[in-house]
């Protein structure tokens, strides 16, 4: 078995390498810290070192993959749970089917959306806050618009 001062050193510095793929929104310590942990309960048992790292870098990856996902599926479910201000407009059936609609969407096309109609930003300051181009905006709120009109059309 590896000991714990060459082990931990280890984990902890794929944990700093990897951590920019966590997409939650932990203090940058705790996504260190919990990353670390994970590596090292899932290697502590080996005893090659070389065989260490690439352990640590899949395992993290596959950890990182699992977090994101539970993030994304959460923050889905939320947005989908909040009321709209339409609801007492548009029938039952319709809601159900553009609720239906949303819930395929992504995280970034939800946080678009968002941004857009309940929010009531403009194109240009939604491109400034996600970092990119007015064009880029209209053209995904263009692209998520037809994939929800398709969805409702079904």
């Given amino acids: 078995m ?3 001062d060459q082990l931990i ?3 902890r510095s794929w944990a700093r390498r990897l951590k920019h793929l966590v997409k939650h929104f932990s203090s940058s ?3 260190l810290d919990e990353l670390t942990n994970e590596a090292y309960q899932k290697t502590k048992e080996l005893e090659d070192i070389r065989l260490v790292h690439k352990t640590v870098m899949w395992r993290l990856i596959e950890y990182i993959s699992s977090i994101n996902k539970k993030m994304e599926d959460r923050r889905k479910q939320e947005f989908c749970q909040q009321e709209m201000p339409i609801d007492e407009m548009i029938e039952d059936e319709m809601m159900d089917r553009l609720r239906t609609a949303i819930q395929k969407l992504s995280v970034s096309d939800l946080t678009l959306l968002r941004l857009y109609f ?3 930003q403009t194109m240009e300051k939604i491109g400034r806050r996600l970092k990119v181009s007015k064009a880029c905006v209209c053209s995904r709120m263009h692209n998520v618009l037809a994939r929800l009109q398709k969805e409702l059309e079904k």
Avoid: K, Q
């Fill in 2 to 4: 590896i000991p714990d």
């Fill in 118 to 120: 309940w929010d009531e």
């Fill in 9 to 11: 050193p280890i984990c």
């Fill in 29 to 31: 310590a705790e996504i």
